[in-house]
């Protein structure tokens, strides 16, 4: 059974980091495409960040391009999202999320709810 659990959240200024961690049990990351997601309040669920093709290619959203990076731990088998630059706008609940063999995103993490305060 597929498990992640996303970690890290809470709330900051702008122009604060925070680092979000995905730790996956029953899934090996880097085995097929796996990212962030995120949802304010309102607004439809986008995607942030991801890794495709095994992880040898990686997606960002241009909204958190040159502020975000995705990386990922094979021995922990954890995800991450380091996230600097902080805005306000960038305050929502955000999301892991891993494929499936079929290439689609099968697998989500409950979230964890980052706030950034101006």
């Known amino acids: 059974q597929v498990q992640l659990a996303e970690s890290g959240g809470g709330s900051v200024q702008a122009g604060g980091s925070l680092r979000l961690s995905c730790a996956a049990s029953?899934?090996?990351?880097?085995?097929?495409?796996m990212g962030w997601f995120r949802q304010a309040p309102g607004k439809e669920r986008e995607g942030v960040a991801g890794?495709?093709?095994?992880?040898?290619?990686?997606y960002y959203a241009d909204s958190v391009k040159g502020r975000y990076t995705i990386s990922k731990d094979s021995v922990k088998n954890t995800l991450y999202l380091q996230m600097n630059s902080l805005k306000p706008e960038d305050s929502a609940m955000y999301y892991c999320?891993?494929?499936?063999?079929?290439?689609?995103?099968?697998?989500w993490g409950q979230g964890t709810q980052v706030t950034v305060s101006s």
């Open positions: 890794f495709y093709f095994g992880g040898i290619r990686t």
């Open positions: 029953g899934y090996t990351f880097s085995t097929y495409c």
């Open positions: 999320a891993a494929c499936s063999s079929k290439g689609d995103y099968a697998y």
